[in-house]
């Protein structure tokens, strides 16, 4: 069974911290792995895709990278906008199979 | 571009109602999926649809059920309401079934049952 797990559950950082959330995966062979953010009560907006270990990708302060266990997100000097909940997903290979969500990283940044 | 709509924004029923959620994916995406998230965890899978037919399906029981129109929107039909069925309910659109697509959600649907 596909399982996706990340960590911490909640993080608190101060405005310009630097941290990284962890994205631990287990899949039958790794088609995709993707990251959204969420903010309260509203959709997961979409942020990067990766597809192979080494693969690296950046957005303004996100930079998310894979390995063959694990995806990072590192944000770097955060600003109190980026708060709100990261989520992790994975898409398998075998068959049409959905998106297997994590239960997120609750960031708070403080100014 | 206007994203994934869904309507309504709020819903309140009571247990043993029957409920009817819809979603309009991105101009030109062909697939819609159904998730529902429950406060704290991450979305789980429900429904698949492209081209009108049922492409997958998650792990829910069969008051659970769902159609895609011509126009490629969509609806949620959860009958016999359960207050666990209290949840986010998300719709994502993508071009295609194709697994490296990538999927678009819209702003969901919040279900609450008494």
């Known amino acids: 069974e596909d399982q996706v797990t990340q960590s911490p559950e909640a993080l608190r950082l101060q405005e310009g911290e630097s941290s990284s959330l962890n994205c631990s995966y287990t899949v039958s062979g790794l088609r995709g792995l993707f990251w959204y953010r969420q903010d309260p009560g509203k959709g997961p907006e979409f942020l990067f895709t990766?597809?192979?270990a080494g693969e690296e990708k950046e957005k303004e302060r996100l930079k998310a990278t894979l390995t063959k266990k694990e995806s990072f997100l590192h944000i770097t000097a955060p600003k109190p906008e980026d708060s709100a909940t990261y989520l992790c997903a994975v898409q398998a290979w075998s068959g049409n199979t959905p998106l297997v969500f994590g239960k997120g990283t609750r960031l708070s940044v403080i100014a | 571009d206007a994203g994934v709509t869904q309507s309504p924004t709020h819903l309140i029923k009571t247990r043993g109602q029957q409920v009817t959620l819809r979603c309009s994916p991105i101009?030109?995406?062909?697939?819609v999926s159904w998730y529902q998230q429950v406060l704290g965890q991450g979305p789980q899978f429900i429904f698949q649809?492209?081209?009108?037919?049922?492409?997958g399906r998650g792990n829910f029981p069969d008051r659970f059920s769902a159609r895609q129109f011509p126009n490629y929107s969509s609806e949620l039909n959860v009958n016999a309401l359960l207050l666990g069925d209290s949840a986010l309910y998300l719709c994502?659109?993508?071009?295609?079934?194709?697994?490296?697509?990538?999927?678009?959600f819209g702003p969901g649907t919040r279900l609450t049952v008494l």
């Open positions: 649809y492209y081209e009108k037919e049922e492409r």
């Open positions: 994502a659109s993508s071009p295609t079934s194709g697994a490296t697509d990538t999927q678009y």
């Open positions: 990766l597809y192979s």
């Open positions: 101009s030109g995406h062909k697939s």
